[in-house]
């Protein structure tokens, strides 16, 4: 009677294995496996590119492409699956038509195309394009600091103007206007408020059509009284020697002024003054054949001082007739 114990407890133990072993194999069975390599265009692998797999309920399961750009997913249920494959420089990819069978390994291989660089350019108009003469898009208005960048010699300072006005239709060059005037002296660089080049050079109101039209604005009066006065010096220590001079020929240049505004008249009528001396002594190089007093011929060159003196006194009176009207002498 005492084999029975023995053959019941091998019974009961192999039933019992049995019963904990039979859902793993179950299991194993009703599941299945996707793999796969990941490559670019060329054949490349694609190391670290995020790889996600989706059901049909919607729950999704992410791994990444190890160093082979190989990736696994294990324990899948049978059914449809949607796969998806993001990495950077390359094109999104997706395929919604992926089957999982039961105690099967499918294998998916994966062609990565590069993602094309898009670039969007968006261009808004500040302001609405304007058909009015006055509103000419080629004008040059100077004001401010520039015109501290403009020279400061009255005959350089017109130069200047004409060349950034161009061209114009007759043969002495633009017409230079000053507070509406042609025909003065230009007024010294500190006096001068605003200068407009071209602003309506087609307009019937001109004597000459075409570009090269320079409208100089100067000062008005002020409010209170207000001035200042400067001085500039210069001369030949910084200077290069002409070299058809024999030698550096001696320069120096003195430009002392000012200007004085103020009101006549309470907030009717103002006045500006404007004041400045240029002293220039400048040379000229003189070059010639020359017989020596043994009738040889010799070259000669000198240096001769041409000195130059400039005074330019600027007066303008303002007076306020009204809102619209403001009668202005100079």
Same mark, same amino acid.
Do not use: C, H, W
């Given at each position: 009677?005492?084999?029975?114990? %023995?053959?019941?407890?091998?019974?009961?133990?192999?039933?019992?294995?049995?019963?904990?072993?039979?859902?793993?194999?179950?299991?194993?069975?009703?599941?299945?496996?996707?793999?796969?390599?990941?490559?670019?265009?060329?054949?490349?692998?694609?190391?670290?590119?995020?790889?996600?797999?989706?059901?049909?309920?919607?729950?999704?399961?992410?791994?990444?492409?190890?160093?082979?750009?190989?990736?696994?997913?294990?324990?899948?249920?049978?059914?449809?699956?949607?796969?998806?494959?993001?990495?950077?420089?390359?094109?999104?990819?997706?395929?919604?038509?992926?089957?999982?069978?039961?105690? %099967?390994?499918? *294998?998916?291989?994966?062609?990565?195309?590069?993602?094309?660089?898009? *670039?969007?350019? !968006?261009?808004?108009?500040?302001?609405?394009?304007?058909? $009015?003469?006055?509103?000419?898009?080629?004008?040059?208005?100077?004001?401010?600091? $520039?015109?501290?960048?403009?020279?400061?010699?009255?005959?350089?300072?017109?130069?200047?103007?004409?060349?950034?006005?161009?061209?114009?239709?007759?043969?002495?060059?633009?017409?230079?206007?000053?507070?509406?005037?042609?025909?003065?002296?230009?007024?010294?660089?500190?006096?001068?408020?605003?200068?407009?080049?071209?602003?309506?050079?087609?307009?019937?109101?001109?004597?000459?059509?075409?570009?090269?039209?320079?409208?100089?604005?100067?000062?008005?009066?002020?409010?209170?009284?207000?001035?200042?006065?400067?001085?500039?010096?210069?001369?030949?220590?910084?200077?290069?020697?002409?070299?058809?001079?024999?030698?550096?020929?001696?320069?120096?240049?003195?430009?002392?002024?000012?200007?004085?505004?103020?009101?006549?008249?309470?907030?009717?009528?103002?006045?500006?003054? $404007?004041?400045?001396?240029?002293?220039?002594?400048?040379?000229?190089?003189?070059?010639?054949?020359?017989?020596?007093?043994?009738?040889?011929? !010799?070259?000669?060159?000198?240096?001769?001082?041409?000195?130059?003196?400039?005074?330019?006194?600027?007066?303008?009176?303002?007076?306020?007739?009204?809102?619209a009207n403001t009668l202005v002498a100079r």
């Amino acid at each position: 009677m005492r084999p029975f114990p %023995k053959l019941f407890r091998f019974v009961m133990s192999f039933s019992l294995l049995f019963a904990l072993s039979a859902p793993s194999v179950l299991a194993q069975r009703a599941s299945g496996i996707l793999a796969g390599r990941v490559v670019d265009q060329q054949g490349g692998i694609v190391v670290g590119a995020t790889v996600t797999v989706a059901d049909a309920s919607g729950v999704e399961r992410t791994t990444t492409t190890n160093d082979d750009g190989a990736y696994t997913f294990t324990n899948l249920a049978p059914g449809r699956y949607i796969v998806r494959i993001n990495q950077s420089g390359f094109a999104a990819y997706e395929n919604a038509e992926v089957e999982i069978t039961t105690g %099967k390994r499918t *294998e998916l291989d994966i062609s990565l195309s590069v993602a094309l660089q898009e *670039e969007q350019v !968006t261009v808004e108009s500040q302001a609405p394009l304007s058909t $009015d003469p006055q509103n000419n898009g080629g004008a040059t208005v100077l004001r401010g600091k $520039d015109l501290e960048s403009l020279p400061e010699d009255p005959d350089d300072l017109a130069a200047a103007l004409q060349a950034l006005a161009g061209p114009s239709a007759g043969p002495n060059g633009g017409q230079i206007y000053i507070d509406g005037f042609t025909g003065g002296r230009l007024p010294p660089r500190e006096s001068i408020r605003q200068i407009t080049i071209n602003q309506n050079p087609f307009s019937a109101e001109f004597d000459r059509l075409g570009f090269g039209r320079i409208e100089i604005s100067t000062k008005p009066g002020t409010d209170k009284l207000r001035g200042q006065t400067f001085f500039r010096f210069e001369d030949e220590s910084l200077n290069s020697r002409n070299p058809f001079a024999p030698n550096r020929a001696p320069y120096q240049s003195r430009l002392y002024g000012g200007n004085l505004s103020g009101p006549v008249i309470k907030g009717r009528a103002s006045f500006f003054l $404007d004041f400045e001396r240029r002293e220039t002594d400048d040379n000229a190089v003189i070059r010639a054949t020359i017989l020596d007093p043994s009738l040889n011929i !010799t070259p000669f060159s000198l240096a001769v001082l041409t000195p130059q003196r400039r005074i330019t006194f600027s007066p303008r009176f303002d007076y306020q007739i009204n809102n619209a009207n403001t009668l202005v002498a100079r």
